[in-house]
Every structure is written in C-alpha cells, then in structure tokens.
C-alpha cells in the first residue's frame, strides 16, 4: 500500500507540492528569528567581508530565476589527478603506475621550476619524461595535464612524441604551456611577452596539429593564490592572461573558435568553502562574457582545480586532509572538470605513498560515496551562493577591465599592477593572521606542543628559487612555524623549551577559562605554559622561581582582577619577571596596572605573533 501510495503521488499531476503541506514564510519572518536570537545585538554584527571588500549577507535571498551553469555533463564524474613530482623519473613513473591502479583518472606531471613546483618537480630532459612515462597509455582513457616551467619543451616534444606512437584511441592530455604566469613567478617584464608571444603562438599551432583536440595553454590563477592575492585577483589575472593567449594565437593566424579550445584555466581551492565555490562559479560567467565579447557562442571552459598550496600547514599536519576535503567539496560543486590533491604531508617534504593514497581517496570517496558529481551545478538557487558568485563577477570584472586599461596582462605585471593589489591583500592577510582572526587549526590555535610522530617525507621540502620581482608563494602557517622551530632548537640544545608561568589567581572557576586561552596563546609560538595556583603570593611566586623562566602571566576573572592583580604583578616583579602579562583585555584598569609591572596583555585578536617575538626577544632565544 506504501509503495503503491508513493508511485501515484510521485506521478499524479493533480498531487499538490509537498511545499503545500507547509505554511509559507517570508524572508521578514527569518528576520524575526535572526533578531531573537541576536537578543538586541545588531543584525550588522552577521555580515562579514572578503579580501575583495565584498559584503556577505547572512540571510540572502533565494534565486528563483537561477539556472544551473554548464560545466561538467551531467552526472559525469571530475577527473582525479595524481600529483607527480618526484625527481627521481624511475620512483616518479612507480608512483604514477601505482596512482593509476587504484583509482586515479589522471596524472598531473609537475616539473621542477614550474608553478606548482613547492620544492620538487620532474627533470626537464626527455629520458625522465620518457622514463616516468613508461608504461603510462594516455589512449586508454587517462588524463594527463602538465604543470610546465617555460623551459620544457624539450620534456613536452618527448610527451608529443610517445603520444603519436601510441595506437587508437583518442587522448585527453592539457600540456599547460603558461609563459605569462611564469613572467609573474619570475618578475618578467612586457617587452619579454611582446618577444615570446609570436614564438609562443607557433608552437602551439605546431602542437595542434600533433595531438589534435588537446589543450594546450593554462591560465593559471594558482600565481596569485600562492601569493596571498583574493579570489577576484585570482579571477582576473586568469581571464587577462587567458585574453592574452587569444590574442597571441589570433594574431599567428589561428581562428578564435579554434584558439579558445586550446586554453583552459587552473584554479586553487582552499577550505573557505562557499568563496571557493562561488569562485569556480564565476569563473564561467566571466569567460563567457569573454567569449560574447569576442563574438564567439558561449561553451564550458575547461577549468582545473588543485588544493592550495598556502594553507597548508607543516604542524599537525593530519589537519590538512580536512582543509583538503573541504577544498575538493568546494571545487566538484563548483564545477571544476579535473582536481589534484596536495598530499597533507607537502608542507613537510615530499610525501610517501600513504599520503598520497589519502589525497587519491579523499576524492574518490566524495565521487563513489558521497556522489557529488550526480548533480550539476547543486548551488543554483541558493541566494548565499549567487550572491556571492555575482559580487566576485563584478569585482574580478572590474580588475580584469583596470588590466586592459594598463595594457593587457604582461604590461599590468611590468608596471607592478598586479603585484602591487596582490601585496595589499598579502598584508592584510598577514595581519590576520598574526591577530589570529585567521584561525589555523592545530598551528595558531589548539597547538600540539609535543606533537609527535611528524609526518613522513621521503624527503625532506627545500624552498623553491624565485626573482626578486616575484609574486613569492607563501604558507600561511609560516610564521607561527619558524616560532615552534626555534622552540624545538631550543629543546634540543638544553632539553628545555622556552617557558611562561601561568599564575593563576583565585578558584579554578576564575581562572581556567583565561589559564586555557593562555595556554592556547603561547604554546601556538612553541612557548611552554607551565601552570601554577595558590590562594597566597608568596606560595605562588615561589612556584613561579621553581619554573625557571622570566616570563609570567596572570590568568583570572575581571573581579579577582580588580582585588588581586595589581599586587600580584608586584610581588612577580619583585620576584625576578622580566615580562608579565595578563591574559585579558585591561580596560579602565590600564594604566593602574602598567604602573604595578604588566607590560602586556594576551586578548582574542591582539598581534600574537608580535607579542610572541618579544617574548623570544627577552628570553634571547634567536628565531631563524
């Protein structure tokens, strides 16, 4: 009866909506809940910003007049690309053979100098092409795209060269020749450009015809996201570089209809899941104006995605598999035609086969398990995501059109356009995440002091070289990293890490949740909290000489505060602190308490990394 029930209401037309079961509610009505509970704080205190300035609405409206964006066929799977990077062509070719029997699509191939080069990549010489290709059938379904530095070619004619001595089959390769992003990595200037792109326009035709249907050229968005740039930059940089492709290839002679078909486009997807969504999203709606523009019908691009190399972090690195998996989350529903997965372990050295297993099935358990891909483009509708979506067309459009002003892509870059908004959002980024309002789970914040057990690498990762001019790629874990290492200096040299003398005042009531945020606060730059509490001074500066360090904090409620701070921070002073702090903001209280001996005081949102320094500075610890 229930299944006969369920079949006549799926396929009765004369069945009214489940929706009409509901009563209708207005956007006013959220409002209502939203103020409630809010309990008189303002509605503003819900919106946030992006590092393009955008306004994020938290109750958007839905867009019933949406309609999906062409992208992927309709429940087709995204390629999953195994990344390829070991210098060793043999141990690079036995990665890639083990990637493709169990379950990758795709290999991506970096090579050593390239864009996605984080300090390893293959050799550019034929014989390790050839040797890590070996065994490898691109005509039997599998993908390959390269990640290319400009000098490859020798690398790319021996890939033409296997590719046209295969038999049967058609191949799906993406050689991803990318000079403009390699003049950005390098500080290239215009006339460079001007110089290369007819050569750069006749090789491709010559590829063209030698492995006809490939793509060939990526604009590689990657360059600003490494930087620290915003999604708009990155959005921008991509469609003029792409632009420049056109128009270098159209000027060799090759048709617009034919040139747009040798370009696609490379992307990172980082774990601010909704903006990375809304990114690939954009993408599209930006390139088919292109494309109108040009006077060309609108068709998908090809649009590829990596995980981001700058959120990557070296400590507790086993957090990366889920900035990773929100990453791939983010891309597949955005769209994105093929996706690599930084192994967690990248930060670290180049990883092993375990870490490379984890990136492989992070992405196929998403497509077989989660089945993500059964629907196209799911986010259509959804106000939150078009708005946002639509908010980054207009920002990456109106950077795209200030880069025409300036000359195209490759003059934008000489005259420091480009890098010059790319450092500003550096900066403000930097900034955030000193102040920590970037949380970085596991290095900024919930830091495991004694972590042991670091990740495997089977080597251990040497910084890549760039130009002096170069749009330098970062981590943004860095900063609080080069802390824990001094730190661990420091263990090693003495068996000692540096320490602060958590004096913790009143009941634990008072104190533990204040204890914990400090704790939290110091052991993030690898500064040992070592906790002490009494209901007497003098009991409790006597643990505090015992710990044998310089530093102490006071950690306790506003009301013990406004009883006990002041002589405690004199009986700390007279008991040898060089530097005492009070984990809390001190208000009205400020200058009563510098006057007894506090220096400085620990907050949600102060400059940790900046008080983090001056700790080290007055334990004469040397940060390298």
């Known amino acids: 009866m229930g299944s006969a029930w369920h079949f006549a209401a799926m396929t009765d037309p004369e069945t009214p909506p489940l929706a009409a079961d509901f009563v209708p509610v207005t956007r006013e009505d959220w409002r209502k809940l939203v103020d409630a509970a809010l309990k008189g704080a303002p509605f503003e205190r819900l919106v946030s910003a992006t590092y393009d300035g955008l306004r994020i609405e938290p109750l958007a409206q839905r867009r019933s007049d949406a309609r999906p964006l062409a992208a992927r066929p309709g429940a087709a799977p995204w390629q999953v690309l195994a990344r390829i990077d070991h210098p060793d062509p043999a141990l690079a070719n036995e990665a890639a053979l083990h990637e493709l029997e169990n379950g990758a699509g795709g290999l991506s191939l970096v090579f050593a100098g390239s864009v996605g080069d984080h300090g390893f990549g293959l050799p550019l010489n034929e014989g390790a ?146 903006l990375t969504l809304a990114k690939f999203r954009a993408l599209r709606k930006l390139w088919a104006r292109v494309e109108a523009s040009c006077g060309l019908t609108a068709e998908p691009a090809f649009v590829s995605a990596e995980t981001a190399w700058r959120m990557m972090a070296g400590r507790d690195p086993h957090v990366n598999i889920l900035r990773t998996t929100i990453a791939v989350f ?41 089945h993500l891909a ?110 824990r290492e001094a730190s661990d200096r420091s263990l090693a040299a003495s068996s000692a890490r540096p320490k602060i003398f958590l004096a913790n005042l009143g009941a634990p009531a008072d104190f533990t949740p204040r204890a914990s ?48 701070a002041i002589a405690a921070a004199k009986a700390f002073k007279m008991a040898g602190a060089r530097r005492i702090y009070l984990a809390g903001q001190p208000g009205e209280r400020e200058a009563a308490l510098k006057t007894a001996g506090i220096q400085s005081f620990v907050y949600d949102g102060c400059d940790a990394l900046a008080t983090l320094h001056g700790a080290y500075d007055i334990l004469g610890i040397e940060i390298g």
């Open 374 to 483: 059964k629907v196209a483009d799911p986010a259509s509708g959804s106000g939150a995501v078009e708005d946002l979506t639509d908010r980054l067309c207009h920002a990456a459009w109106a950077l795209f059109q200030e880069i025409e002003g300036a000359g195209g892509a490759a003059a934008a870059l000489e005259k420091g356009l480009i890098q010059g908004k790319v450092a500003a959002v550096r900066a403000k980024r930097a900034a955030a995440v000193a102040r920590r309002q970037d949380a970085l789970t596991g290095v900024s914040i919930f830091p495991n002091l004694n972590e042991t057990g670091m990740a495997a690498a089977i080597l251990p990762r040497a910084a890549p070289e760039h130009g002096s001019a170069a749009l330098q790629p970062i981590r943004l874990a860095e900063p609080f990293e080069a802390l």
């Open 129 to 274: 092409v050839a040797r890590a290709l070996d065994g490898v059938h691109p005509t039997a379904g599998i993908a390959l795209e390269f990640d290319l530095p400009p000098q490859a070619e020798a690398a790319v004619d021996a890939v033409v060269a296997k590719l046209r001595a295969s038999s049967g089959g058609p191949t799906d390769i993406r050689l991803g020749h990318d000079p403009l992003g390699a003049l950005a990595v390098a500080g290239g200037a215009e006339q460079a450009w001007s110089e290369a792109a007819p050569r750069f326009a006749r090789r491709l035709q010559t590829l063209a015809q030698q492995v006809p249907q490939s793509r060939l050229a990526a604009a590689d968005g990657r360059v600003i996201h490494n930087a620290g740039g915003s999604e708009a930059q990155e959005l921008a940089f991509a469609l003029a570089v792409a632009l420049a492709y056109l128009r270098a290839l159209k000027a060799a002679g090759v048709a617009l209809e034919q040139a747009r078909r040798l370009i696609f486009f490379r992307l990172s997807a980082d774990a601010d899941q909704f």
């Open 330 to 370: 983010a891309a597949a529903l955005g769209g994105a035609d093929a996706i690599t997965v930084l192994p967690f372990t990248v930060a670290c050295g180049l990883p092993d086969r375990f870490a490379r297993r984890i990136a492989r099935n992070t992405q196929l358990i998403l497509i077989e398990e989660a």
């Open 517 to 564: 945020f400090a704790q939290n606060f110091f052991e993030a730059g690898g500064i040992e909290a070592v906790s002490g509490e009494s209901a007497d001074l003098p009991t409790l500066s006597l643990a505090y000489k015992t710990a044998g360090t310089a530093l102490v904090c006071l950690c306790s409620s506003d009301t013990v505060y406004e009883k006990e």
